[in-house]
């Protein structure tokens, strides 16, 4: 019974790490194959969570009658170059400007490159999206709350789907192994 017990923990585990890679990487990966329809929202607010130091708008669009948020646009991920340096009358603002790749007008980048903190990309999107301003949204017909703003950016593969599912498989045969080499008592 107690080898039982030891093997739990990494079947357990395996099986986490397995629906993880499952929801966040392949079946976000999806998203664009399924989300097909396309309606217009409008952008009734900002996130309530910090996106790497900004807030996200937050959209709302109508499907059969049905109203629906989305949060969005997204973006497959956000570099930040910071400066810690001290020097007798210089300061971090006249060593680093604070900057950002994204644009108001203009194609989305799927990965934001920002200078400083999340300020100038903050600005860029609450003039790139004020409140009331219609956007894009594409849905799926089947389940309309699954939707994304404007474009996909899907989170990298190597991170969302491939290590989970990597990490999911070796602590399951990990569970397996100790189940097979400590046979019950």
Known sequence: MVNVLCAVPFLLLGAVCLLVAYLVGYRAAQKPKICTSQTVGRVTGRSSVTYDDFHLPVVTYTVDGTDYTVT??????????????T????T?????????????????????????DGKATEEVLEARYPVGKE????????KPKRAFVERYAPLPQLFSLWMPAVLGILCIAGGVLFLVLHPFA
């Open 72 to 85: 969005g646009p997204r973006f497959g991920g956000v570099t930040t170059v910071t400066a810690s340096i």
């Open 87 to 90: 020097a007798p009358g210089v």
């Open 92 to 116: 971090i603002d006249q060593l680093i400007k604070s900057g950002t790749n994204l644009t108001v007008d203009g194609a989305l980048p799927r990965y934001i490159h920002q200078k400083g």
């Open 135 to 142: 956007v894009p949204v594409f849905y799926d017909p089947a």
